[in-house]
């Protein structure tokens, strides 16, 4: 997965000065609704569990560095 930063030349008229930059990245993941449907009928035991772990939130700080 590859990041692409532009910055506005307006606001940093005089480009970045080697100052650590960080990025705060939040991937949200969820099982499509048919999966998780094939999933439950054929587990249904399983119905909560599944519901419960068909949707996850990663919320990850990467400092950026040539």
């Not at 499509?32 to 700080?61: C, G, H, V, W």
Request: zero cysteines; a negative charge.
């Amino acid at each position: 997965m590859d990041y692409y930063l532009t910055f506005k030349r307006e606001k940093y008229p005089d480009g970045i000065q080697e100052v650590p930059t960080g990025v705060n990245t939040l991937f949200e993941f969820e099982t499509s609704l048919a999966a998780q449907k094939f999933l439950s009928d054929n587990f249904p035991d399983a119905t909560d569990f599944i519901s419960e772990y068909s949707k996850a939130r990663l919320n990850f700080m990467t400092l950026l560095i040539d």
